[in-house]
């Protein structure tokens, strides 16, 4: 079991004893590894290497099931997901949001998705990542104190009162080239955010191709409803670009999120999808 102790501000002593329990029932040898941010990704190889499980639990957010995924993209073992991030995108995506008790029993079991993993500046992604307003929005979240559901939504405040001017985008993708000026690029391989808005209706998680997402017009009412989940995006505002590889350069440093997590500014992103990488359970 893999347990990040911070994010979401959620105490993952629960998770921990029911997944033990669990394992106890399954007649599984339980062992945990909780994620301190230094060198968690080669530990957690050590670890496989050294007792070749039959599953990794994750109980965290989309940054933690990146990481399991990412240590484990040479090995053929099964991810079974416990939610415990402060949106739990891929987790709404997957439709894992239910009790603890009922996502142990899909996460120990056989049922699983082979998932597409995006490789964007040799970062990978399960999910969703953007250049603009979002990570920004992420950036500040980072760095306050408060976490959980309260502190995004104070960061949510915090970065629309900074909202930044619009950058301007080059895009190489599908043999074509785009201009465009925007607040926001989304690199989606899935449909939602963890507030269950639609930001790619295209989006499939296991179909080879990525979509970049182009919101042109996304003034500051739009982004705190698309942030909070009460709104389906205007199609009239919106470009969608659906590839398996492309190039994003812009005029500015912008910043630059990957599944929930802050990777500082960029000012040109290399993109491209490696085929059903990651095996998920499901229901």
């Given at each position: 079991?893999?347990?990040?102790p911070v994010?979401g501000?959620?105490?993952k002593s629960e998770?921990?004893?029911?997944t033990a329990l669990?394992a106890a029932?399954?007649?599984?040898?339980?062992?945990l590894?909780?994620?301190?941010g230094?060198?968690?990704?080669?530990?957690?190889?050590?670890l496989y290497a050294?007792?070749?499980?039959?599953?990794?639990?994750v109980?965290g957010?989309?940054?933690t099931?990146?990481?399991?995924?990412e240590?484990m993209?040479?090995?053929?073992?099964?991810?079974?997901?416990?939610p415990?991030?402060?949106a739990?995108?891929?987790a709404v995506e997957?439709?894992?949001i239910?009790?603890?008790?009922e996502?142990l029993?899909?996460?120990f079991?056989?049922n699983f998705?082979?998932?597409?993993?995006v490789?964007i500046?040799?970062?990978r992604s399960l999910h969703?990542?953007d250049i603009?307003?979002?990570a920004?929005?992420?950036?500040?979240y980072?760095n306050s104190?408060?976490?959980?559901?309260w502190?995004?939504a104070?960061q949510?405040f915090n970065t629309l009162i900074?909202?930044?001017?619009?950058?301007?985008?080059i895009?190489?993708a599908?043999?074509?080239?785009?201009e465009?000026?925007?607040?926001?690029?989304?690199?989606a391989?899935?449909q939602?955010?963890?507030?269950?808005v639609?930001?790619?209706?295209?989006g499939v998680?296991?179909?080879g191709?990525?979509?970049?997402i182009?919101l042109?017009?996304?003034?500051?009412m739009v982004f705190?409803?698309?942030v909070?989940?009460?709104?389906?995006?205007?199609p009239?505002?919106v470009?969608?670009?659906?590839?398996?590889?492309?190039?994003i350069?812009?005029?500015?440093p912008?910043?630059f999120?990957i599944d929930?997590e802050f990777?500082?500014?960029?000012?040109?992103?290399?993109i491209?999808i490696l085929?059903k990488?990651?095996?998920?359970?499901?229901?």
């Open positions: 079991m893999i347990s990040n994010s501000g959620i105490d998770f921990i004893e029911a669990f029932k399954e007649n599984l040898n339980f062992i590894y909780e994620t301190s230094t060198n968690d990704i080669l530990k957690i190889q050590e050294a007792f070749k499980p039959e599953r990794i639990i109980a957010g989309d940054g099931i990146k990481m399991a995924s240590a993209e040479e090995e053929d073992v099964i991810l079974g997901i416990l415990a991030g402060s739990n995108g891929l997957l439709n894992l239910k009790t603890l008790d996502n029993i899909i996460a079991h056989n998705m082979e998932v597409d993993m490789v500046n040799g970062k969703l990542s603009g307003l979002n920004e929005l992420i950036k500040n980072e104190a408060i976490h959980g559901r502190g995004y104070l949510v900074g909202k930044e001017e619009l950058f301007e985008a895009i190489s599908n043999n074509a080239v785009i465009c000026e925007a607040h926001m690029i989304v690199i391989n899935a939602k955010y963890g507030t269950g639609v930001i790619n209706p295209h998680l296991d179909d191709k990525f979509e970049l182009i042109k017009n996304l003034d500051l705190g409803k698309i909070s989940g009460n709104m389906p995006l205007d009239k505002e470009l969608i670009i659906s590839t398996d590889k492309a190039t350069k812009t005029n500015i912008v910043s999120q929930g990777c500082g500014a960029e000012t040109e992103l290399n491209e085929s990488k990651t095996k998920i359970a499901i229901p």
